[in-house]
């Protein structure tokens, strides 16, 4: 546990200040991410004797993220494009004897999806007006999900939660997970609308969000984004791997970190636009 927080302090250290700037500072950050993540699950889907293209499922994915950041008007025909891109690399492919083609393809096309449209939510999240501070409410709380479940579901965990797709998940650590997550959502929504003052400057945030509001917002991400979790750990299981790699001490590869952050970004897209916007 202590290296898990050591690791996740540095990351989060390290990463602030590309939260902060946003622009092409925070694309960069997330953008890096999401393209390991990729190459991850390139990996992940071979070790399961599949063969999604590593340069289409990549280079798709680092696509979709530059089209929906900065080309928007682009980003369908950019997607329609690379789909049809997959198909015709794996007909190739069957054609000179890949007999498992089509799945290669669905592969191909789910990795660039998933990870490149479905990903870019999180840059959408920190382009939202105020996206700086709903991103920090929004993420933390996922965070909070992870770190409340884990806490309390490995000494106290004696249900589990999906057997077959992650052993270790219990329904405390579920619950204790949606609590703190709930917690940490009312928490930032007060902190962020606290009337205070700092060396004559007001800490007063922009963010018109209730501590009620929070503590919902927080509630609905915690009790949903495991599903991201298990999802990458469907991926995991088919390859027979525990971790999608090695990258990071303590917490396995860029994929298991952002599992559930994807979840997490659409959900507050949605949920911000809604109801705040």
Known sequence: MSRRTLTALLLLFAAMPAIALGGIWYFLLMGTFLVIAAWEYVHMFRAAHAQPSMILTVGGTLCLLIARAFFVE??????????????????????RGRDQAALDFAASVAGFVYLGWVGAYLID??????????????????????????MIGVPYGKHKLA?????????EGYFAGVFTAALMGGFFAWAYNVDTTLFGRSLLGPLTISVWDGVLLGFVLGAITTLGDLGESLFKRQGGIKDSSQLIPGH?????RIDSW????????AWIRFFFL
């Open 74 to 95: 682009w980003a369908m025909l950019t997607l329609t494009l690379l789909v049809l891109a997959a198909l015709a690399v794996h007909t190739l492919a069957y054609e």
């Open 262 to 269: 994807v979840w997490a970004a659409v959900i507050g897209v």
């Open 125 to 150: 999240l920190r382009n939202l007006p105020d996206g700086g501070w709903w991103l920090m409410l929004v993420l933390p709380s996922v965070w909070a999900a992870d770190t409340g479940g884990y």
């Open 163 to 171: 057997p077959r797709l992650s052993p270790k998940k219990s329904w």
């Open 252 to 256: 396995g590869g860029a994929f298991d």
